[in-house]
């Protein structure tokens, strides 16, 4: 009787149990089979299709790789759509599935098309209902199947190293399923498994490692506790990842927050998403932007942190990852290589640099392997600071100004026709090509150019004006020279033909030396063979591009500072053997008496000499301009000097409108343009053309003028 009772209390305990057991684990019906996924599709005049796909195919066939829908095995599962005619899809919302597998099934949507073209979709749980039966579910009971939504740090096969901070390739065996029993999770759940994780812009990835922190998961939630510390954080679905960290077989997680003293971490910022660094754009040049990391590109900042720690020992080793940098005036890449751009983490998490103590920041990986010479650079990026000094609305309206100047004297020779012998069509190509400078100046100095094209074509039109108007500067001084200074006994060239034929020597000259050195900069500039050839015209500024470091100063040497610097020293040499013989000259023409000769002699050399004054001022004028551009790259200090040569420089179109047009006959000739002056009203007889003509006796005396003049002051000496 004993043993009759004990078996019958035995099988009773048992089949409890049993009950209980198939009570907690309800079946649960999975559309797809284990291992594959669900792929929705839409087509040209046919309904909506669903096929399963496993994972492989769909990397293959569509490059997305994405986690199924990971199901405990103690859950009674049941494979496979429900069969009936339509069926509709409905985004699973909810933690709990229902009960009913004949009319339902639930699985992990991972891709939607639309006549084959891949429409953006984030994988999400959904469930194929019969149409028939979408209205019948009102008295069906809810499962006890929940499912957690955790995030895998890193790909499938990938790592993380917590010392680079990116994904590395470990072993095809870190995968998701692998993850969720090195996670002791339970065996009754269902599981929704994503990659990588996305802070919100104000928030930092903390990095908190297995050694430092105990991890446990519960249900979609992870909660971190220091080792020795009981104060515990808990952080909600979509908030944390975790992954095994590289190398080894230990966990990290990382865990968005919005304060890194709670879990007494250090912060830095980093500009690109974590897994992804700069590509540089050009060669010479930190214009980039960023990309998926394809290979192993780390992200190395130990020198900024192992300097930071060998000066103070309190410097905590956990470590928060934020990346965000907004900039209002646009960004600047710090050269590590340059001592002008050196700079250093401070104690509380700043950047010390030349542009500011505690400016905001951040470090990247710039990768310029595909150029000659490019590696893998660590370096900071801090927000452009314009100089407060300088005010662009000034500059801009100081330019218009200029412009407006050029463009009235430009008129008013282009209206004389008394204004076009030699020096005056010399005069209009170099007015011209200020006017060209100064108008795309103006622009640019007007607001941000959104448009790289326009940019870079407003870069091209300053250059060449300033470059065409140096070299017609060149022009007036050679012609002034050669006017007062050749030493060859030469015929004077009065005619319009002769001076037609110089005229066009000169403009091969001038236009030919703007267009050479504008075109080989083009052609260096599109097809780059050295980072010291590379102007990078509009990029980034509509100027010469890359200032930031010395190498990629060259460029900026290169085609402008010094060709413009050989042209102005060229004109000064040539402007000061032009004062030398009009010194000689004048001395000779004050020996000559008075009557024709000596008055035709004086009056043509006070017309050349007011070229050569004339000549001088404009030299002046550019040569300042250029001068100031050269010293402002030696010494940036003090700033308010410069403010004021900014300035001045602004105003040359102004100061080539006084030289060249506030004048007694240039006031004459309009007046008499506009009717408003008799033809005879200028006295002593202003007609003269002012040609440019030899001024030497030699060649404005005739020979037996020469003679008689040697005659006359023979017997003024006998009387």
Known sequence: MTWHLFFICVFLYYTSVGAESYEKVVAFRKCCIENQSLVRSFEVNKTESFVCLDRSTIEDNYNISASPLLIGENVNTVYGTPVCDQMELSQVTATEFDSDQDHRCYDRLIIETINGTIKQNIPKIVALTCANFKNNTKNLMKSKLTVDRIKKCCPKGQSYDPKYHFCRLSDSENNEQTLIKRLNLSSDHIYEVENELHCKAVETGIELSEEKFSLVVEGSNLIVTRKFSEKSHIAHPGEWCIDRMFPGESLIARMCSNSCSDFDA???????????????LRCGSFVSRCVPNKDSVAFNISNYLDELKANYDDIPDVLGIRSDLLCSAGRVALNISADYDKHELTRDGYLRSAISDHGDYCFETFDSRQCPGGDLTVTAVTCFVKPQMKNFQVSFVLISISSVCLALTLLVYCALPELWNLHGRTLICHVSMMLLAFTCLARVQYKEVADNKLCTLLGYGIYFGFVAAFAWLNVMCLDIWWTFGSVRMVQPL?????????????????????????LVMFILDEYPIAIELDANIGSGMCWFGSLQNERSDWPHYIFFVIPMGLVTCTNFILWVLTARHCARVKSEVHRLQAGSVGDRAKRRFRIDRAKYLLTGKLWVVMGAGWISELLSTIASEPKWLWTIVDLLNELQGVFIFLILVFKPKLYYLIRKRLGLEKPDAQKNGGTSSGRTSSTFLSRTISNDERANLRVSQLNTKQA
Request: proline letters at 2%.
């Open 266 to 280: 250090f912060c830095v910022k980093k500009c690109c998403p974590v897994g992804q660094h700069y590509k540089t």
């Open 494 to 518: 009065r005619k319009s033909g002769a001076e037609w034929r110089r005229f066009l020597w000169y403009s091969l000259y001038a236009w030919g030396f703007a267009s050479i050195l504008t």
